[in-house]
Each structure stands twice: as structure tokens, then as C-alpha cells.
């Protein structure tokens, strides 16, 4: 059966049978997994075990593991990193690449070994001097080039470790200056500047599988309806952008988004996005967005089978080795400062 055009969390540690039962009916194209559903890795490896026994097939399996403040895995279950602007975001040209491809390299071994293929990163938003905390710690800086060169070497990280990488927040949502977590951010700066700055680093890596929208609306571009929503931005993204990849929403829960499940899912897709996400495992909401959420047929079908193609297995790698090598690099920078 081919899967819904939905990617849906869970609830807890374990799968309830209710929840057994809807996955099976709706057979979503992914899981996403959060802190309340992480608590040592064997019951980890069981609970992803279990979602793809669920669902009968090698399901991809997401989760937010940036490093830093948005980490869903806690040490000791992950290594434990400092924010991205705070550890490879300022080092020089190089060195910070490396370090990144590193840093994102020793995640992907993390998660592969727990079960997990797809990370949420890397994250090309785009710095400025009054960007949200919500963002402005997770980003990688101000220049929009260095955030393409640092958001390649993360992808690169991640896919030679396996896991499939997710550019996020498309088109951007670096300029946000209130949270889309609990409000709608609007961002009035003429669109020939976003495509020449925000919109930038997501062009240059238009080859990745996949991207998530942001729940930001760019008012020179669509006053009435956020990224997500926009089937105005959603061509940009394709057309001007050169983005074929599978294209699925941020969460579908979060506040910047109004109306009834029903209606913002049927928005999202009438709008373009191949895929809806819904994260906080609510089976109510999650009965509503399947009610709508189609199978995945035509380009959005190919888009993720395309996708799925890019998974590979891991290449050999030296997890302690790479730790010791940051910390040389790191501190070569250090010395060289002192």
C-alpha cells in the first residue's frame, strides 16, 4: 500500500495498540521522535524496531538533533555539543567546515545506531542582529555564502553516516523576530533582497533530498498566507530556487498556523508541499490531518522515493578519533589567538 503523504509522532517510550492500529491503517511515509519518546537505547532500538514492524517496511525515521538547545537525545544517550554558532559558526573558513562535517558525522553514528535515518539539519537560516532566540543560537551566521559552504558540510556529515539530511527553514526564517512556535512572524523586507540573502543558501544546496518549510509570512511576496501556506512562495522555491526535493511542512501544531487540522493540512498541500508534518503524537489531531492527507502519487510520489535512494550505508569511521580531531582543531584556532 502506498504511504500516506505524513510524517506523525507518537506518544511516549512504547507504541499504545491505538496507536498500532491507526499507523497500520494510515501507513504514514515517516515517524518523527522527541525527547518523551527517548529513554535508553535499547528501548530506543525497540521503539524504532517497532515502528517499522508496524508499518511493515524500512519507514524513515526523523528526529531534531542539531546539537546544542535542540537535541532531542541527552547525553548520555548523544554526545552533548555547543550551540552551532558557538562551536564551528566562528572559526575560520576551513576549519569550521570540517569541524561541522565532524560534529555531524559523530551524530549521524548516534542515531544510526539507535534506529534513526533522517536528522532535521541543517539548518540555513540566516542571521541577523534581531533574529529570535528561537533561532539566532542554532544558526550558523550572517554571511549567506559561509552558510551554504557550513550547511553543505552538515548534509555531507550526515549522509556519509547514513542518515538523510532535512534543510530547514525554506525559504528562510532568520529575518523571524517573534517565536512561530506560539505566533505568526511577518517580514516585510522587499523579496529581491530575501533572494539575494535568506532565500540564498537554500539555492545552494537545491540538490538535497529533502526541505521544510517555515511558518513565516514574507509580505512582498504573499501578505496573506505564511511559507507553508503560499503557493506563491512555494514556487519561488521550486522555480527560483531550483528546490525539487520533497518539500514537507514545519509542525502543523505549532501556533503561527490557525483553523482546524483539516484546513491547514488541505492548505499545505493545495499549496505544494509534498508532505505534512505533525508532531506532538496527539491522536485526535493526528485523526484529523490523515482525514486529509492523501497517498503520495505523481511528482511528490517521486520526490520521495528519490529521497529514500540517497540512504547509504555508513562508511567506516573513527567516532572517538573525529572527537579528538575537533578538539585539535578547536584549540589550533585557540592557541593561534592567544
Known amino acids: 500500500m502506498t504511504q500516506s503523504a505524513v510524517i506523525f509522532g507518537c506518544e511516549g517510550p512504547t507504541l499504545l495498540p491505538r496507536e498500532v492500529a491507526f499507523f497500520r491503517e494510515v501507513n504514514p511515509w515517516g515517524f518523527i521522535l522527541f525527547a518523551r519518546n527517548l529513554e535508553t537505547p535499547d528501548q530506543i532500538k525497540a521503539l524504532t524496531s517497532d515502528l517499522r514492524a508496524t508499518v511493515g517496511w524500512d519507514i524513515p525515521i526523523l528526529i531534531d538533533q542539531e546539537g546544542g538547545r535542540v537535541a532531542r537525545l541527552r547525553a548520555p544517550l548523544a554526545t552533548e555539543w555547543p550551540a552551532p554558532k558557538d562551536h564551528f559558526g566562528t572559526l575560520p573558513d576551513m576549519t569550521s567546515e570540517e569541524v561541522a562535517w565532524l560534529r555531524y558525522r559523530i551524530i549521524a553514528a548516534e542515531l544510526k545506531a539507535l534506529g534513526i535515518d533522517v536528522n532535521c539539519a541543517p539548518m540555513l537560516d540566516l542571521m541577523q542582529p534581531d533574529t529570535h532566540d528561537i533561532i539566532a543560537d542554532r544558526a550558523y551566521g550572517f554571511d549567506p555564502d559561509r552558510i551554504a559552504k557550513l550547511g ?11 542518515v538523510l539530511p532535512i534543510m530547514k527553514h525554506i525559504p528562510g526564517h532568520g529575518r523571524a523576530t517573534i517565536d512561530s512556535h506560539h505566533d505568526l512572524p511577518r517580514v516585510s523586507v ?21 526541505a521544510m518549510t517555515g511558518h513565516v509570512v514574507f509580505e512582498d511576496i504573499d501578505p496573506d498566507n505564511c511559507a507553508t501556506l503560499s503557493p506563491t512562495v512555494i514556487s519561488i522555491i521550486r522555480q527560483g ?15 503561527a498556523l490557525s483553523g482546524s487540522f483539516a484546513d491547514r493540512s488541505s492548505a499545505a498541500l493545495s499549496a505544494g508541499c509534498d508532505v505534512l508534518l505533525h508532531c506532538n503524537g496527539v491522536m485526535e489531531e493526528m485523526t484529523e490531518v490523515a482525514s486529509v492527507a492523501p497517498r503520495l502519487s505523481g511528482k511528490s510520489l517521486e520526490r520521495a522515493d528519490t529521497a529514500l535512494a540517497h540512504r547509504r550505508e555508513a562508511s567506516v569511521f573513527d567516532v572517538e578519533g573525529a572527537g579528538a580531531r575537533i578538539n585539535d582543531l578547536i584549540n589550533s584556532v585557540n592557541a593561534g589567538e592567544s
Open 152 to 162: 553543505r558540510a552538515v548534509a555531507q556529515g550526515l549522509l556519509d553516516g547514513g
Open 190 to 210: 522587499p523579496k529581491e533582497t530575501l533572494l539575494a540573502t535568506d532565500f540564498a543558501p537554500f539555492k545552494a544546496l537545491a540538490d538535497l533530498p529533502m
Open 241 to 255: 530556487l531550483g528546490v525539487d526535493g520533497l518539500l514537507m511542512t514545519d509542525d502543523l501544531s505549532m501556533k
